[in-house]
């Protein structure tokens, strides 16, 4: 948005902007949810229907991840789709906004896409699997037959036969442990700690990557936040 665009707009000169145009303005603004939806009401979007807007971040978890500009992290809803990250958080897990439609959701991605796998052991597949059922069946039990939860399941019954098997076994209250262990690309495995911070109002979630100081995963993320997103060649082993 250019600052003539924004300076015509504050004026009600232009052209009526588009609700992701609106939704990238309070973001920038760091509005409040309430703040937001008045924005979008001034400019005459409906609002009534508040879980459409579940995308805006909220503002205290913005408060908090302005200050992590050096630790791996991400804000996440309770569908698995990523909000927003920082750089060091682009840079462990790679860009996770980039995905449309139903695909935003990683528990969507984890069934459909086998990319999705490659950050984690295989043997811990199974019990990622199950985790991500068990908090889609919550999401669809508190958000009912007509949500973007639904969908999602309809669509994974349809095309997952794993996901199916899984949701058969109706699982309930499987969570992750806090600590992770995960495959990168450039600097290989890394043992990390998964802190939590959630805003209930608007069931999002900040998650916190951080690894035990003097461990080689510590020395790993300190080396992750300095080169960034750039692409580093794979781990030899001892024998190459």
């Known amino acids: ?48 229907q508040r879980v459409r807007r579940t995308d805006h971040v909220d ?25 927003f990250q920082t750089q060091p958080g682009l840079a462990l897990l790679g860009d996770q906004r980039a995905h449309q439609g139903l695909a935003r959701s990683v528990i969507y991605r984890w069934f459909t896409d086998s990319g ?12 990622h699997s199950r985790v991500l059922a068990s908090q889609l069946r919550q999401v669809l039990t508190r958000e009912g037959p007509r949500s973007r939860a639904a969908d999602i399941v309809d669509a994974l019954k349809g095309s997952s036969t794993e996901f199916a098997q899984v949701w058969a076994e109706h ?15 450039g600097l290989g495995e890394l043992t990390v700690y998964c802190q939590s911070l959630l805003d209930p109002e608007q069931i999002q979630t900040l ?22 997103t750039q692409e580093l060649s794979p781990p030899q082993s001892a024998g190459a």
């Open 1 to 48: 948005m250019s600052a003539d665009y924004y300076s015509r707009m504050e004026r009600g000169h232009s052209p009526k902007p588009s609700e992701p145009m609106l939704a990238a303005l309070a973001r920038g603004l760091r509005l409040s949810l309430d703040d937001r939806d008045y924005l979008f009401q001034v400019v005459g979007y409906d609002t009534q």
């Open 59 to 83: 503002v205290g978890l913005m408060r908090v991840v302005d200050r992590l500009t050096d630790t791996p992290a991400i804000i996440v809803n309770s569908l698995g789709e990523t909000l």
């Open 116 to 127: 999705e796998r490659t950050l984690y052991p295989a043997e811990e597949h199974p019990t």
């Open 171 to 185: 699982l309930v209250g499987w969570r992750y442990s806090e600590n992770k262990r995960l495959l990168h690309p």
């Open 207 to 228: 998650l916190v990557f951080t690894a035990t100081p003097g461990t080689e995963s510590h020395t790993k993320l300190q080396l992750l936040s300095v080169i960034g």
